[in-house]
């Protein structure tokens, strides 16, 4: 699927758009396919079985951040925006919502928990605030920059949390404060933790009423808080939060204090079964133009979760950005709780909604129509065949599931394919299948044997037209310079001399300057990062070249023996402890795809077939070869045969008028009877060429494309790739 990450693995993602995220999706899916079953939803066994094959869902749940223990995706606040406004509300366990707040146009405002917190420092000094913070933030801390006004002067408040015990926040407070780059800023402060343990100072009909009661209590030096109570109907439903303690006995030692300065005022004890949601202002550092914004969090309700929910709803039907999922907008509404303890994210919007959102963040759109359609169906049917997948939401927007990027992704023709195809999903004699799929096949998609082992009936191996993703890449040329260094440099920056070595094997020079030469053919800084530059005029010899890496076609490596060998070790019954001198295939599926390994002639055993991918330093496909650089066959008089690997005794090389003398050099060039040249290693390394993107199996993404280009309409595309299954309506 496509990635929100602008370069990963081989390709540049947002210049490619087709997904190759679903190669994640596998990891999760593969446990839940069963022989002769069919396929059951769920991944944590907690989803009821009446969700499992529902063929009709109006508003689809997605989890933007939440925490099952199997599937985690973090954040303690998130920090939302909304061209036309926000309106913050209470939603009760049977959906209803009750208003609460509202935000004003082109404003921000962040939604967290009410919690344990870790208060590290408070003072007056704005610009030791400032400095404070900015070291937390490069001590990579999720810092929050509160501030109040407790006696007629702003006060600065500098916290980290919320967490969900007293011990973890204390934790994270005496972790913090001996940082080298804090601990000499805060000196003199003890830290504290807060909690979330308050008093009621007061309930009014009106926010503005508690507001005048809460600048009060402020300006007699205690931090107090608006806050909206999901109360009975017909009780005032905002209310003063004082106090913010971890233990009974901190919240009575804090009424003491309170009232010793204010005996007017009547504490009462706060329900703890009722939810609130209790706003706050906090500096959002994070913007272009610091200000102040509201913090709202949510606090309250019975156990780790709680029935009641913060809403966030868009003014006159626009979007919710939120900045921690780098900065997408969202239709529908916007929901925060508390799940286990942690903060969880969930975007509820309309189905065609959705699924607009699903076709555009997975395709082009100038794909053709009929692949559109195709890829339609299919993201309709695996959201109903999740059921609720995650507890409370069907599905999550990550690649694990459907690329989901927002309303920011849409594309027109991405509706028209919805609206063409209403309803429909695809079955089998079972019911839903679970239509699994992934950005190339490389030619051939997978039978299910040869990914997990076990036998699916609708994923067979057949052909697909894949390599339209190669086609406009540019060549790379894998060169060697005069001190011995290699790598490829893409052939915009070489340029041919005309002349030649005494191997015939051509002269380039570069055009550019500060040019990258890399280990393989495509440009990604994290995982195929430069090797060397050359500079305008730098001479090198050109020995071979490749077209860049895409998502039919790459190249991965060179990889160290040695740590290729720590890696199979994992997965061999007698770890190597000597060199690894031979890894190759030993078995191929039908589709082409590596199904057994061996590393010195012993099986790898990796949980399923597909996993030697992830073994492999995170290969695109499992349809490759595989080609070991210290490892060549010499032919020599009266035909004798020699192979030669890193492990063999040196070799011997004769030139014209010279002695014999050995080959001493780590890298040596040895040519075939073809003039093809080839690099050889003293130390061996592995190169791994292959083709196709993901797990092979189900609709190839790019496949569906190349059908769609041959003239298929989206029912034949998606009856090729899930054979015998039908396509119904809802």
Not at 3 to 11: I, K
Not at 258 to 286: E, W
Not at 368 to 392: C, D, F, N
Not at 695 to 705: E, V
Request: charged content about 20%; glycine content about 8%; proline content about 4%.
């Amino acid at each position: 699927m496509h990635s929100s990450t602008s370069e990963r693995g081989t390709l540049n993602m947002r210049k490619l758009r087709p997904s190759l995220g679903s190669m994640k999706r596998i990891l999760l899916t593969m446990c839940i396919i069963t022989a002769g079953a069919g396929i059951s939803s769920g991944m944590n066994g907690l989803v009821p079985s009446v969700y499992a094959d529902s063929d009709k869902l109006d508003m689809v749940r997605v989890a933007l951040f939440i925490d099952t223990g199997k599937y985690s995706v973090n954040t303690s606040l998130v920090t939302l925006s909304s061209v036309k406004g926000m309106d913050i509300a209470i939603r009760g366990a049977a959906g209803t919502s009750k208003p609460a707040f509202s935000i004003a146009a082109n404003s921000s405002a962040a939604a967290s928990l009410d919690g344990f917190r870790a208060l590290l420092w408070e003072g007056a000094d704005a610009s030791l605030a400032k400095t404070i913070m900015d070291k937390l933030t490069a001590a990579n801390q999720d810092a929050v920059l509160v501030t109040r006004t407790k006696r007629g002067a702003v006060v600065y408040q500098i916290e980290l949390g919320p967490y969900a015990t007293k011990d973890a926040a204390q934790a994270a407070s005496t972790k913090t404060s001996g940082l080298s780059a804090v601990s000499g800023l805060i000196k003199g402060y003890t830290s504290t933790v807060a909690g979330p343990m308050h008093w009621n100072a007061g309930s009014y009909a009106t926010e503005a009423e508690a507001v005048s009661q809460a600048t009060v209590i402020n300006a007699a030096g205690f931090d107090a808080d608006v806050a909206f109570m999901d109360n009975a109907a017909g009780a005032p439903a905002y209310a003063v939060l004082v106090g913010a303690e971890t233990t009974a006995a901190e919240l009575n030692a804090a009424k003491q204090q309170i009232n010793g300065a204010l005996p007017a005022l009547a504490l009462q004890p706060l329900d703890p079964a009722v939810t609130y949601i209790l706003k706050r202002s906090q500096m959002d550092s994070a913007s272009e133009s610091p200000a102040l914004v509201s913090n709202f969090m949510l606090g309250g309700g019975t156990g780790a979760n709680s029935t009641a929910k913060l809403m966030v709803s868009p003014k006159s039907s626009d979007t919710v950005t939120v900045r921690e999922r780098s900065e997408r907008a969202y239709r529908g509404i916007l929901e925060v709780s508390r799940f286990n303890s942690k903060l969880a994210v969930i975007n509820e919007l309309p189905m065609d909604q959705y699924l607009a959102s699903v076709i555009s963040s997975e395709l082009n759109k100038d794909w053709p129509v009929e692949a559109l359609k195709a890829q339609a169906v299919a993201a309709r049917t695996y959201v109903l065949k999740q059921g609720v997948k995650y507890q409370i939401a069907h599905v999550s927007d990550s690649t694990v599931d459907q690329a989901y990027q927002g309303a920011g992704a849409e594309f027109a023709s991405a509706l028209t394919a919805i609206q063409a195809t209403q309803g429909e999903v695809l079955k089998d004699k079972s019911g839903l299948i679970s239509p699994l799929f992934y950005s190339n096949a490389g030619g051939m998609t997978a039978e299910s044997t040869e990914v997990w082992g076990n036998k699916v009936a609708y994923l067979q191996s057949v052909p697909s037209p894949d390599d339209g993703a190669e086609k406009g890449k540019a060549v790379w040329y894998r060169i060697v310079l005069p001190n011995g260094k290699t790598g490829y440099i893409h052939s915009s920056y070489a340029r041919d001399t005309g002349e030649k070595n005494a191997a015939g094997l051509p002269y380039y020079v570069s055009t550019g300057t500060g040019v990258s030469v890399r280990p393989a053919p495509f440009v990604d800084n994290a995982s195929n990062p430069a090797s060397f530059k050359v500079d305008i005029g730098d001479r090198f010899v050109v020995f071979d070249q490749a077209i860049e890496s895409n998502a039919f076609s790459w190249i991965r490596g060179p990889y160290d023996a040695d740590k290729l060998k720590e890696k199979v070790n994992t997965v061999l019954g007698q770890p190597i402890s000597g060199t690894l001198d031979k890894l190759e295939i030993s078995k191929r599926g039908e589709s082409g795809r590596v199904i057994e390994m061996k590393a010195n002639g012993q099986v790898l055993k990796p949980a399923y077939p597909d996993a030697l991918r992830t073994l492999l330093n995170s290969l695109p496909s499992t349809r490759f070869d595989i080609e070991e650089t210290g490892r060549y066959t010499i032919l020599g008089a009266n035909n004798a045969v020699r192979s030669q690997s890193a492990a063999s005794p040196s070799i011997y090389v004769a030139t014209g008028g010279a002695a014999t003398q050995a080959a001493t050099a780590s890298q040596i060039f040895v040519l075939n009877g073809d003039n093809k040249a080839k690099l050889a290693d003293k130390q061996s390394q592995y190169i791994f060429r292959g083709t196709g993107y993901g797990h092979g199996l189900g609709m190839s993404q790019w496949g569906a494309r190349g059908y769609a280009e041959l003239g298929y309409d989206y029912k034949k595309i998606l009856q090729t790739y899930y054979v015998g299954v039908s396509i119904t309506k809802e």
